[in-house]
Each structure stands twice: as C-alpha cells, then as structure tokens.
C-alpha cells in the first residue's frame, strides 16, 4: 500500500488509542482517500498509476460543458445520438434538452447517448475531446487523456486517467454549484416521448452513507468498475477515489471514508 501527500505538511499527531491506522483495502486494484479542501492524500494503492476511468471521465465533460455552453441553453437531440453502445438515459430523436437535463442524464444516470449530444453541442468529437483535455490539464490532472466524451473505450482507445487526477478532476466539479447540486440529487425529470419520466440518480452512496455529496460509477470491459464520490462530516469533507475494481466497490468505498474521518488532522 502507498501513502502519499500532496504537498509537505507538519508531521501528524499520534493517532488515538484503537484507531485504525491502515486504510482497508479491496477489490479496487488502484485507490485513494483525499481530503477535499487540501487536496492532502490520506492514503492509497497506485494512486498514479493510470487506466480506464470508464465513465467517471463524464465528471470532466460536465464541467468542460459548463464552461462553454449556458445550462439553458436547448438543442434537439439527432438519431446518431442514440446510436451508442448503452447505458443510455433514452434520448428521442427531434426531442429538444435543455444543457441541465444533459448534464443530470450523464452524472446521474450515465447517459452515452446524453453525452453524445454534449459532445455535439461542444463542437463535434474531436472540438470535445481537445476542450475535455485542456480542462484536465488546467485543474491539474496532469496524466489524463480523454478519447471520447462518454468514457466508452476498446483496445487502443481507451481514454487514461489516475486515482489522484480523478480526485482532482471531482475536487474542481464539486466547485460548480450545478454539478453538485445535480450529483447529490436522488432524482430528476427528465423529457420522454410521452412527456417526462423520472431518472434515478445511480450512486448507492446517496443512500447508504450519511454526508455523502455526490460521486460517478464506471464500468467498461476494460475498465473494470470505477468510482469517484465525496462525503462530509462535520466540518472536514473527503473523496475517495476507485480504478480497476470488481465486487462491491461501494463497502470498500464507505470503509475508506470511515478510515479517513478517523485520522487526525
């Protein structure tokens, strides 16, 4: 296991008597608990080693559309929308979205055919993925490369990023009152052909961990799951970070956040 820190620090004080000092491990083969404000890692396993973040990367899209595209703004959703492999919110071609209801599509339900559109919307595939690089790069993930606005990848053209740049990249969306108010929603309306439907927000954490501010799930072949999420309690707030996971990535990630806010400022 790897412990690592952004940036040298006074030395920690002594933990108290029966805490835990070793983050708890799991099916995750890379992982990382940061403190969010800081930007300080608690601790982590491959923190920068780099894979396929599957459809976490739809963080940094999100935010890459807001800064380009107003959120009311409205488009109409094309047939070459939809054609994509799925998960899919269910976009109806000549429909017309708001950027909003895009944006709660790809967060929470993890939308390929919404993120098509957003990527559309950017100027086409290649206007998106260079504005989604450069967005990494000015937040500082400094070792990722995105290759489609969806996160969908294969042999060759998987896009790449780190435990720690993807805490990173969450650490920068959380600062847009939108993107958190969209990744700690339960639920959302979304329009359907018949009128509107609702759309579930697909973080178990939601539910299953009190403080939490929202996260991402991912899962491609190559990929395996991955996880980015955030949690406060009290006044101190961590993200925790999952790469290469398989099983139950949600019990590793609540163990870490628990480990965490028990370590000593």
Request: net charge positive; proline share 7%; hydrophobic share 45%.
């Amino acid at each position: 296991m790897l412990v690592a820190v952004l940036g040298a620090g006074p030395a920690a004080a002594a933990p108290p008597v029966g805490a835990v000092t070793t983050a708890p491990d799991g099916p995750a083969q890379s992982w990382m608990v940061a403190d969010m404000d800081t930007g300080t890692i608690l601790a982590g396993k491959n923190p920068t080693a780099a894979s396929a973040p599957a459809s976490t990367i739809k963080v940094l899209l999100a935010m890459t559309v807001l800064d380009h595209l107003d959120p009311n703004n409205f488009a109409r959703a094309a047939p070459v929308h939809t054609q994509v492999e799925c998960s899919c919110v269910g976009l109806v071609p000549g429909q017309a979205y708001t950027t909003t209801q895009l944006l709660a599509a790809i967060l929470m339900v993890s939308g390929n055919d919404a993120a098509n559109m957003l990527g559309d919307m950017l100027g086409g595939y290649r206007a998106a993925i260079m504005r989604m690089n450069a967005k990494a790069q000015s937040v500082g993930a400094t070792s990722t490369r995105a290759l489609s606005p969806s996160g969908l990848d294969g042999p060759g053209w998987e896009s790449l990023t780190t435990p720690r740049d993807l805490g990173v990249i969450f650490r920068a969306a959380l600062s847009y009152p939108l993107l958190a108010q969209i990744m700690r929603s339960p639920s959302a309306q979304f329009p359907s052909r018949d009128g509107v439907k609702t759309i579930h927000n697909q973080n178990q954490l939601l539910e299953r961990y009190p403080g939490a501010l929202g996260g991402k799930t991912g899962f491609t072949n190559l990929a395996g799951k991955t996880y980015v999420g955030a949690a406060q309690r009290g006044d101190r707030r961590l993200v925790v970070v999952q790469m290469k996971g398989s099983g139950d990535l949600y019990g590793q990630a609540m163990a870490l956040l628990d480990w965490g806010f028990a370590q000593p400022r």
